[in-house]
Nanobody
Framework: QVQVVESGGGLVQPGGSLRLSCAAS????????MVWYRQAPGKQRELVAI???????DYADAVKGRFTIYRDNAKKTLYLQMDSLKPEDTADYYC?????????WGQGTQVTVSS
């Protein structure tokens, strides 16, 4: 099964930026869907951003204009560029990749936005 590993989380001040990475163990060129989710304390897991094989991204309303999802097939990595971070962005962030008949989750990376 394909394995993915998230990295790039940390503690930042409001208004700061982070770039999260989701590195896959195999080529990602054939992945049907690649998604970033997050789960904040006391809340359900929510979809943050998604990019499909056709390349069209979509975002949750809460992050539109601030976050950018993109993929680098050569590096076998999915990214989430997060700018203008707010305290409400604090959560554990997870990468999910999928193709026909399977999906894979990473272990998560923690993002804390606090002054």
């Amino acid at each position: 099964q394909v394995q993915v590993v998230e990295s790039g989380g940390g503690l930042v001040q409001p208004g700061g930026s982070l770039r999260l990475s989701c590195a896959a163990s195999t080529s990602i060129s054939s992945f049907y869907t690649m998604v970033w989710y997050r789960q904040a304390p006391g809340k359900q897991r929510e979809l943050v951003a998604i990019i499909r094989s056709g390349g069209t991204p979509d975002y949750a309303d809460a992050v539109k204009g601030r976050f950018t999802i993109y993929r680098d097939n050569a590096k076998k990595t999915l990214y989430l560029q997060m700018d203008s971070l707010k305290p409400e962005d604090t959560a554990d962030y997870y990468c999910n990749v999928a193709a026909t008949g399977w999906s894979a989750w990473g272990q998560g990376t923690q993002v804390t936005v606090s002054s």
